[in-house]
């Protein structure tokens, strides 16, 4: 183990002492431009916490929560790199694949990102351990290394689709006396609940029978729409409870009280069944809660706080991302019958299993096209420099944050083309469907669940989740819009992109 981390540590050291060298090498070939040269606003918007404000209304038209307007407007003014005052700090911004390779791929052992201050303060006032979202440095990187192990590596994800596949059948056969569904998101809601409770407590919690008292709908909207709010408002709820605060704390208590008593009731299930025996009998299924607390680096109590996480943050992003997946293939009838194509011929009439899964490309190209049309983050990654780069031909200091445009570089005209249409085939390997300029070739323009060891958690379980659900839709129905949805959905942020029109649609039987 000793050597092990040893050698971690001089790899780690070789990689800093590489890009210092690179950083040395850069400034001695080419004319490096300081950091006061790199072009943003000048005049009241550099006034330290006040200049910020003046970029967002009631001053202009951009609202907080319109972060990617902000973005273009900086891009389509001074180009692919600019910055702006943030508070007494600046901001760089890049819009260019090149930029967010150079930030992105630096070697950082416990990158910095912006925490959720609000759901910080109702961690500490509540006595509960902190979640990823609120951590950073080394307490950050001992609760993301055993979470790591057990809901990133691929196999360790793909055993949980036998347990999600029920899910998915019941909520299918709900459909069959009405073929249609209100209200995908609303649905989806009930959907990606009652899967996520299979994934974090191996149980079914009733989402889709009608006998669950979950109201997730409007605790989750309040939730993230008070994480959103709070971008706008002065921070007074450090000090005191704000009525936004106190909104909040009610929706989060009953959010994170119904998963801590499912967590309990698991937990109780496994002491019983240990008791008797049986504990070893029922492990035979996946089980994440068992493997985070027997794993050696997980407290009893991280662990609770990542199942929370996971729990609540899963169920939003994820039914979200469905809608508008669901939306995009009802809107292109070539896109979803070249997907249903691929489902019968590698499925069938029959389950998604993960040896299935490798010889469908479509339906996963499918998925990534919908996220990078409706991209779910309204501006991109941020990292905060650990030492100094040279960005665009730009010094920038040591402890700047650098913002990457993801979301608008993802929709650019300049790395895709046709950036409004939903082309799957975009991301086909091989596929000589599309030409050169259509077909996604920069890796680093599009990065929807983000890049290195600040990357989404739950991105494998999310995809399996989609995944799932999708082929049993389209493998039971071919579906389309109600005459009232619009073909191009309109959307808002609220923490992740929400569509602001319900999606009705209509079901047709296949078979």
Same mark, same amino acid.
């Given at each position: 183990?000793?050597?092990?981390?040893?050698?971690?540590?001089?790899?780690?050291?070789?990689?800093?002492?590489?890009?210092?060298?690179?950083?040395?090498?850069?400034?001695?070939?080419?004319?490096?431009?300081?950091?006061?040269?790199?072009?943003?606003?000048?005049?009241?918007? #550099?006034?330290?916490?006040?200049?910020?404000?003046?970029?967002?209304?009631?001053?202009?038209?951009?609202?907080?929560?319109?972060?990617?307007?902000?973005?273009?407007?900086?891009?389509?003014?001074?180009?692919?790199?600019?910055?702006?005052?943030?508070?007494?700090?600046?901001?760089?911004? @890049?819009?260019?694949?090149?930029?967010?390779?150079?930030?992105?791929?630096?070697?950082?052992?416990?990158?910095?990102?912006?925490?959720?201050?609000?759901?910080?303060?109702?961690?500490?006032?509540?006595?509960?351990?902190?979640?990823?979202?609120?951590?950073?440095?080394?307490?950050?990187? #001992?609760?993301?290394?055993?979470?790591?192990?057990?809901?990133?590596?691929?196999?360790?994800?793909?055993?949980?689709?036998?347990?999600?596949?029920?899910?998915?059948?019941?909520? /299918?056969?709900?459909?069959?006396?009405?073929?249609?569904?209100?209200?995908?998101?609303?649905?989806?809601?009930?959907?990606?609940?009652?899967?996520?409770?299979?994934?974090?407590?191996?149980?079914?919690?009733?989402?889709?029978?009608?006998?669950?008292?979950?109201?997730? @709908?409007?605790?989750? %909207?309040?939730?993230?729409?008070?994480?959103?709010?709070?971008?706008?408002?002065?921070?007074?709820?450090?000090?005191?409870?704000?009525?936004?605060?106190?909104?909040?704390?009610?929706?989060?208590? #009953?959010?994170?009280?119904?998963?801590?008593?499912?967590?309990?009731?698991?937990?109780?299930?496994?002491?019983? !069944?240990?008791?008797?025996?049986?504990?070893?009998?029922?492990?035979?299924?996946?089980?994440? !809660?068992?493997?985070?607390?027997?794993?050696?680096?997980?407290?009893? =109590?991280?662990?609770?706080?990542?199942?929370?996480? !996971?729990?609540?943050? %899963?169920?939003?992003?994820?039914?979200?991302?469905?809608?508008?997946?669901?939306?995009?293939?009802?809107?292109?009838?070539?896109?979803?019958?070249?997907?249903?194509?691929?489902?019968?011929? @590698?499925?069938?009439?029959?389950?998604?299993?993960?040896?299935?899964?490798?010889?469908?490309?479509? !339906?996963?190209?499918?998925?990534?096209?919908?996220?990078?049309?409706?991209?779910?983050?309204? %501006?991109?990654?941020?990292?905060?420099?650990?030492?100094?780069?040279?960005?665009?031909?730009?010094?920038?200091?040591?402890?700047? =944050?650098?913002?990457?445009?993801?979301?608008?570089?993802?929709?650019?005209?300049?790395?895709?083309?046709?950036?409004?249409?939903?082309?799957?085939?975009?991301?086909?390997?091989?596929?000589?469907?599309?030409?050169?300029?259509?077909?996604?070739?920069?890796?680093?323009?599009?990065?929807?669940?983000?890049?290195?060891?600040?990357?989404?958690?739950?991105?494998?379980?999310?995809?399996?989740? /989609?995944?799932?659900?999708?082929?049993?839709? /389209?493998?039971?129905?071919?579906?389309?819009?109600?005459?009232?949805?619009?073909?191009?959905?309109?959307?808002?942020?609220?923490?992740?992109?929400?569509?602001?029109?319900?999606?009705?649609?209509?079901?047709?039987?296949?078979?």
């Amino acid at each position: 183990m000793a050597r092990t981390h040893l050698r971690i540590s001089v790899q780690l050291l070789s990689r800093r002492c590489q890009h210092t060298n690179t950083v040395q090498q850069e400034k001695m070939s080419e004319k490096v431009k300081p950091f006061q040269d790199v072009p943003g606003p000048r005049g009241i918007y #550099n006034i330290p916490y006040l200049g910020t404000a003046f970029h967002f209304h009631p001053f202009t038209s951009i609202k907080v929560s319109e972060l990617h307007k902000l973005l273009q407007k900086f891009k389509s003014e001074y180009g692919d790199i600019m910055k702006f005052r943030t508070g007494r700090s600046w901001i760089v911004v @890049v819009s260019n694949p090149e930029y967010s390779q150079r930030v992105l791929s630096k070697p950082e052992k416990y990158p910095v990102r912006p925490i959720i201050n609000i759901l910080d303060v109702y961690y500490k006032r509540k006595s509960l351990s902190p979640g990823l979202a609120v951590l950073q440095g080394k307490e950050w990187g #001992n609760l993301r290394k055993p979470a790591n192990d057990q809901m990133l590596r691929p196999m360790a994800v793909t055993s949980y689709i036998p347990l999600l596949t029920p899910v998915a059948d019941d909520f /299918i056969a709900k459909y069959r006396s009405t073929l249609k569904i209100e209200d995908c998101l609303k649905t989806l809601v009930n959907f990606t609940t009652e899967s996520i409770g299979m994934l974090c407590f191996n149980k079914r919690l009733g989402c889709l029978e009608g006998t669950s008292k979950l109201e997730f @709908v409007e605790d989750l %909207g309040t939730f993230f729409q008070g994480i959103d709010e709070t971008k706008r408002h002065l921070k007074l709820y450090r000090y005191f409870e704000t009525p936004l605060y106190k909104k909040f704390s009610k929706a989060a208590d #009953n959010l994170y009280r119904v998963a801590q008593e499912e967590m309990q009731k698991s937990l109780k299930e496994m002491d019983q !069944l240990k008791t008797v025996g049986k504990l070893e009998k029922h492990l035979e299924q996946p089980n994440l !809660l068992y493997a985070l607390i027997s794993h050696p680096g997980m407290t009893h =109590g991280n662990a609770q706080s990542l199942i929370l996480d !996971l729990f609540v943050g %899963g169920i939003d992003s994820t039914s979200n991302a469905l809608t508008f997946l669901w939306h995009e293939l009802a809107s292109n009838q070539d896109k979803q019958e070249r997907l249903f194509r691929e489902i019968d011929s @590698v499925v069938g009439k029959g389950n998604l299993s993960k040896e299935a899964l490798v010889d469908m490309p479509y !339906l996963k190209a499918c998925v990534k096209e919908s996220l990078r049309k409706n991209y779910p983050l309204s %501006g991109g990654s941020f990292r905060l420099l650990n030492e100094e780069n040279i960005i665009g031909g730009y010094q920038v200091p040591k402890g700047t =944050g650098v913002m990457i445009s993801l979301r608008n570089m993802s929709k650019s005209a300049k790395f895709y083309k046709d950036p409004d249409q939903f082309i799957p085939e975009r991301f086909l390997r091989g596929d000589n469907s599309v030409d050169v300029e259509t077909r996604h070739t920069e890796p680093f323009a599009y990065l929807p669940f983000g890049f290195g060891p600040r990357s989404c958690i739950g991105q494998r379980f999310a995809e399996s989740e /989609i995944y799932i659900i999708t082929t049993k839709l /389209i493998q039971a129905y071919h579906i389309s819009l109600t005459p009232e949805v619009p073909k191009e959905l309109e959307y808002s942020y609220r923490i992740f992109a929400c569509p602001t029109t319900k999606v009705n649609l209509q079901l047709r039987e296949r078979h």
